[in-house]
């Protein structure tokens, strides 16, 4: 059933598709912390190109906080799910609770990951926005709100799997999506890999870290 042993593994595979913008100065790679950085990590080393993370935060719903009624973005953004909404009937204490909640949590990671450097430059770049997969896309819509504010030449979104749907419904928002599997019925981005244990965040800064020495200093700023 799986289709990758493992985010790396992804990796691999979806950067084969991206080969377009490889060893060019004006790309850049973006993981989406935490799973989607093992996956960026891979496609950034194949493309010869710097990487970075871009930081999100789901908005879980109060009492079932696997359910997104949204997400928020470095740069101050947030997008809302307002089907989820309307549905749950939320009012705005219970959706400003949750947000006050998850912006702190934000700014931690961005610290943790980043120390006090300023955001990723990504001004009049190719911006790739990867994950590990897409499922209903309310943090890679608020990566790509976010990021739409930082002056990027092209936003790229890339993940290994996703959600048709979704996939079909992010066209509209960036300049080229690449979806490398849309398997239908989707069920969820964990059943496609064999092994999909939460990355964590001492993977991530350890992948940061090689992926600056690895890279070729030719396309860094």
């Known amino acids: 059933m799986a289709l990758f042993k493992n985010r790396h593994e992804a990796g691999r595979h979806l950067a084969k598709k991206l080969s377009a913008y490889a060893d060019s100065e004006k790309t850049i790679v973006l993981g989406l912390p935490r799973g989607g950085v093992p996956v960026a990590f891979e496609v950034a080393k194949a493309l010869n190109a710097p990487l970075d993370v871009f930081v999100v935060r789901k908005l879980g719903v ?77 943090s890679m819509r608020a990566a790509v709100a976010a990021l739409k504010q930082l002056d990027p030449r092209q936003i790229i979104v890339a993940v290994p799997v996703a959600a048709p749907a979704t996939c079909e419904e992010m066209k509209e928002e960036v300049d080229d999506i690449i979806c490398a599997v849309t398997p239908e019925p989707f069920q969820g981005v964990g059943v496609w890999y064999t092994d999909f244990t939460q990355t964590g965040d001492p993977e991530v800064q350890e992948l940061l870290e090689r992926a600056e020495k690895e890279i070729d200093e030719s396309v860094l700023n």
């Open 62 to 138: 109060p009492d079932n906080e696997e359910l997104a009624m949204g997400a928020i973005a470095s740069g101050g953004v947030q997008v809302m799910n307002q089907e989820v909404l309307q549905h749950f009937d939320l009012d705005e204490e219970e959706i400003d609770d949750v947000s006050r909640a998850e912006e702190e949590k934000l700014g931690h990671y961005e610290r943790l990951y980043r120390g006090e450097q300023g955001g990723p430059n990504v001004k009049n770049r190719m911006a790739i926005l990867v994950d590990d997969g897409l499922a209903t896309g309310a």
